[in-house]
């Protein structure tokens, strides 16, 4: 039993690290845009089909891919505020809904008109190695190490550099970062580019385990929610820590309970948290 516990566990952290990486940028861009964008888990699934078709089209192993998809999905999202975005930051909560919704409609059709419904994957030449009786994948792993590193780098970013230091002012009090000369409509463009770039990354390092279709944004973006909501909506560390938690969580209702009721279980935690504690584990009040 203690082999199968073992197992379990790194099961779910390594599932957990790429739930934090989807997590992160939906956390980054709640907390400084302050836009719930219902159409992130669309930009997985197309940075999934672009890993995808960089492998089939030209042979580029999904992980190399990573160097192409993160700068154009940084631009992607670049040009999403600075078009849709933008124009209704300022109109009511109800309108920023129909607008984020509405792009995960368009988009999940567009994929659905130009690659139809077929599910479809990228077998690389990793494989699972064995150690002391345990089966570690190696795709999950080199995704869960990827992850970290991505989710690392933003984080020094954030804490070190000019710009990260204005997001994380803009994010904290947005008059007092307009008092100080920050110029939040470039911080804002900024800071939705990076959260698309981190969900872009999540889809191409995603490719090797998951398979790719329309609406395969639609399943982990209601996970990267829960992580959000657990974590703490305007906490990047508890959304990694958040991720963690529903990675496990995941992995041990599936063994002991069913695979069919894994999600039943953290929405069930979903709901607790917002009960409980609407803030979050790491979020302010």
């Known amino acids: 039993m203690s082999t199968a516990v073992l197992q379990l566990i790194i099961n779910g952290l390594l599932l957990g690290g790429i739930y934090a990486l989807i997590s992160i940028g939906l956390t980054l861009i709640f907390g400084v845009v302050e836009i719930i964008n219902f159409a992130h888990g669309e930009f997985l699934m197309l940075s999934m089909y672009a890993s995808y078709w960089l492998f089939q089209l030209y042979g580029v192993d999904p992980y190399v891919s990573l160097f192409v998809v993160i700068p154009a999905f940084f631009a992607i999202g670049w040009a999403v505020q600075r078009i849709i975005i933008q124009p209704i930051i300022h109109a009511p909560p109800l309108n920023q809904i129909f607008a984020t919704v509405g792009m995960s409609l368009v988009l999940q059709n567009a994929a659905l008109f130009f690659w139809k419904a077929d599910y479809r994957t990228v077998r690389t030449a990793y494989s699972t190695v064995s150690f002391s009786g345990l089966m570690i994948s190696t795709p999950r792993l080199v995704a869960f190490v990827f992850a970290l590193a991505i989710i690392a780098a933003l984080l020094i970013f954030l804490k070190r550099t000019y710009t990260g230091k204005a997001i994380r002012a ?116």
């Open 170 to 285: 803009l994010a904290q009090e947005k008059r007092a970062a307009m008092l100080m000369g920050i110029d939040i409509y470039r911080m804002y463009k900024i800071a939705f580019g990076i959260g698309i770039a981190c969900v872009g990354a999540a889809g191409a390092i995603l490719i090797p385990i998951y398979y790719a279709f329309p609406t395969v944004g639609a399943m982990f973006v209601l996970i990267a929610f829960v992580v959000v909501i657990l974590g703490g909506y305007n906490s990047l560390v508890g959304a990694l820590i958040g991720g963690l938690i529903i990675g496990m969580v995941e992995a041990f209702s599936g063994f002991f309970l069913s695979p069919h009721l894994k999600e039943a279980v953290y929405f069930v935690i979903f709901i607790l948290i917002l009960l409980l504690r609407p803030a979050g584990l790491f979020g302010r009040a």
